[in-house]
C-alpha cells in the first residue's frame, strides 16, 4: 500500500503537490459546523453532570428526611415534639438532622438557641413553656442519662492513691 502511495506521489509535479495539500483543508466550510456541536456537546454533558449532581442531592435530603421520621416514630414522639426536634436539629446546624436523636451536645446548642429565640420574641412565659417541653423531651431522647453517664467522675480524697 505504501508502495503504491509512494508511486502516484512521485509521480506529481510540485506544483501538483502543492495544490493537493491545499486540498487536504477542504472540509474548512465544515470547521464552524464542528466547533458548534462540540461546544453543544460541552454544554449537555455539563448541564447532565449538574443535574445529576441535584439529584443526588434531593435523594440525601429525602433520605435524611424518611431516616430523621423514622427515628421519631421509634421514640414515639408526638407531632408537637416532632417539630421542636426538628427545630432544634435546624438550630444546630446539623447535616443530617436525625442526628438531633443521638448526639445530646447537638441538642442541648440547639435546644438553648430556640430558648433563647423564643424568650427574645414571645417572652418569659412562653420561654417556660417551652423549656418543660424541650425537658420532657430530653428524657423522652434519653439525654439525661447519657449526659450524667458522659460526665467524668470526680476524684475525691477517699479514692485517690498517695
Known amino acids: 500500500m505504501t508502495n503504491c502511495a509512494n508511486y ?3 509521480e506529481l509535479t510540485p506544483v501538483q503537490r502543492l495544490d493537493a495539500i491545499r486540498k487536504l483543508d477542504g472540509g474548512s466550510k465544515h470547521k464552524p459546523l464542528y466547533i458548534g456541536m ?3 456537546a460541552i454544554i449537555v454533558v455539563g448541564l447532565a453532570l449538574i443535574t445529576i449532581n441535584r439529584l443526588q442531592r434531593i435523594r440525601k435530603k429525602k433520605s435524611s428526611h424518611q431516616i430523621f421520621a423514622e427515628a421519631a416514630e421509634k421514640y414515639e414522639l408526638t407531632e408537637r415534639e416532632v417539630q421542636l426536634s426538628w427545630s432544634i ?3 444546630a446546624n446539623l447535616q443530617h438532622s436525625e442526628s438531633i436523636f443521638t448526639l445530646p451536645t447537638a441538642f442541648s446548642r440547639g435546644d438553648g438557641e430556640l430558648t433563647q429565640e423564643c424568650l427574645s420574641e414571645h417572652g418569659q412565659e412562653e420561654s417556660e413553656c417551652l423549656q418543660a417541653e424541650l425537658s420532657s423531651l430530653r428524657k423522652k431522647l434519653g439525654f439525661d442519662k447519657k449526659c450524667a453517664l458522659n460526665q467524668p467522675k470526680r476524684r475525691t480524697r ?3 492513691t498517695t
Do not use: D, M, R
Request: aromatic residues 0%; hydrophobic residues 60%.
Open 38 to 40: 462540540g461546544v453543544i
Open 89 to 91: 436539629a435546624v438550630k
Open 158 to 160: 477517699t479514692n485517690q
Open 8 to 10: 502516484i506521489l512521485l
